[in-house]
């Protein structure tokens, strides 16, 4: 078909995983291994191969006896690692990249799906048209769009998930101000960042307050027990339960003002809790054992309440223990290693290791050394947990502190696996969970100013590319 069509853009939506079990026929080769494969009379050549975060591309050439067309796979991996999701962030670059495609009306894109992500292929599909509708007509019309698809493949949005997806996607792709700076061209950028452009950044961002609102509930009400386990009255949770933390009390679910943040690359990567105080402290270690938490990072600890005693056992108010076992002190922070064990429970203690930055005053919004929160990081990385696992960040308020450290992260990884800086999203995406995450330029700039940092480290060291890939679509 790819031959008798002259087909010049092939998109297809399978997991790897269902690649690497053998679920699905790889029918192209692959640039790095073997760049040659045999079907029948049919010859496949790998020209070349560009791997980002969700999406590879492959530009392969397919040659039957005397006819050759050359075709470019785009092949989107997954929604997000660590399961399929109904989740707009990872589809909209994907999606954004092959509206850029030029093709011939002649020769069709074919677009094809595998397994959990069969569902991609519909929206795919319906939100090109109606990009497609609103860049020639000025107008988008969905129901229609969605009618005229359903008469030729009727299981294509065939739920209100995915008919909501849909229009999220859309708006994203229409609405969403462009702010994604390759790595090659961020010198010059950051160059000419002054106080005007943060400025327009940092409202663009509360600007999008409208997506918040409408992907998540509004704040819990909360009664005078529950008012007591926050450090702060006006940093409450969301209920939604995508985020919303429940403790788990004699099988029953109790507030706390913990959330789930998303990372770059992994559903629920972090939990953002404030620094506990006397009535929470052991919310905090229950927190830590329901939801397996094996890396814990503090920020500001110095100014508050100490959750263990150095080199001997401590027990909290609730009986659960908590024993020191090791310290190591660097420039920039403390890593301790605790052992848990709850009440009335023998055996082995939970082993879980804690990072305590060094000199961040409560008082300030961004640390005095920006470097210090990137060794941080490169600690925290080298940490080996389980999959999956989530990574407890506390500090102060929940808010302040953590919301800069949460998308220093975001924005690092976004660098090393899209080799773009793209401060708008990775800060506009954390605050779905928590709306008090980086609210002023102070803090804005300071992102900008670490990307700085890690583009210039990574040049000097040369141990990741630095440079955007260019792919002539």
Not at 40 to 58: M, P
Not at 159 to 184: M, N, W
Not at 207 to 212: A, F
Request: aromatic share 10%.
């Amino acid at each position: 078909m790819i031959i008798d069509e002259k087909v010049e853009n092939i998109v297809l939506f399978a997991s790897m995983d269902d690649i690497c079990n053998d679920k699905l026929l790889k029918y192209w080769p692959n640039y790095r291994l073997y760049r040659y494969m045999y079907l029948s009379n049919i010859k496949l050549t790998a020209l070349n191969l560009y791997v980002f975060q969700s999406y590879e591309i492959h530009y392969i050439q397919v040659q039957q006896n005397d006819i050759v067309v050359n075709a470019r796979f785009f092949h989107f991996t997954n929604w997000y690692k660590g399961g399929s999701q109904i989740y707009p962030r990872n589809i909209i670059s994907f999606q954004q990249l092959l509206q850029t495609i030029k093709h011939s009306s002649q020769h069709p894109i074919l677009v094809h799906s595998f397994g959990e992500l069969d569902v991609c292929a519909g929206l795919f599909i319906l939100v090109h048209i109606c990009i497609r509708q609103a860049q020639l007509e000025g107008h988008v019309d969905i129901c229609s769009q969605v009618e005229k698809l359903r008469l030729q493949r009727p299981n294509y949005i065939d739920s209100v998930e995915e008919y909501l997806f849909a229009h999220l996607i859309l708006l994203e792709c229409i609405t969403r101000p462009q702010h994604a700076y390759p790595c090659e061209n961020f010198a010059i950028i950051y160059s000419e960042l002054d106080d005007e452009k943060l400025t327009e950044e940092m409202r663009n961002i509360l600007e999008s307050i409208w997506l918040i609102n409408l992907l998540r509930a509004r704040h819990p009400v909360l009664d005078d027990n529950d008012k007591d386990r926050n450090r702060k009255q006006n940093i409450f949770p969301y209920s939604s339960c995508s985020n919303f933390l429940p403790l788990i009390e004699d099988d029953n679910l109790c507030y706390n003002d913990a959330i789930f943040v998303d990372g770059y690359q992994q559903l629920k990567k972090f939990i953002v809790f404030p620094h506990p105080h006397q009535n929470n402290v052991d919310d905090f270690w229950k927190i830590v054992m329901d939801n397996n938490v094996q890396l814990v990072i503090s920020l500001q600890s110095e100014y508050h309440m100490k959750l263990w005693k150095r080199g001997k056992l401590y027990i909290t108010p609730n009986g659960t223990r908590v024993i020191h076992l090791k310290g190591l002190e660097s420039k920039h922070f403390h890593m301790h290693t605790l052992g848990l064990r709850p009440k009335k429970i023998s055996g082995k203690y939970k082993k879980v290791k804690l990072i305590e930055v060094k000199r961040w005053d409560v008082a300030q919004t961004v640390p005095q050394n920006l470097r210090r929160l990137l060794t941080t990081r490169l600690e925290m990385n080298s940490v080996k947990c389980q999959e999956f696992s989530s990574i407890l960040v506390m500090c102060g308020n929940g808010a302040t502190a953590s919301g800069l450290f949460v998308a220093m992260c975001n924005l690092l990884d976004c660098i090393e696996c899209e080799h773009v800086v793209d401060v708008y999203t990775c800060v506009r995406n954390i605050r779905n969970s928590r709306r008090q995450f980086v609210t002023d330029t102070i803090q804005l700039r300071a992102l900008f100013d670490i990307a700085n940092l890690y583009l210039n480290d990574v040049e000097e060291n040369n141990h990741i590319g630095t440079t955007t890939l260019q792919i002539n679509i």
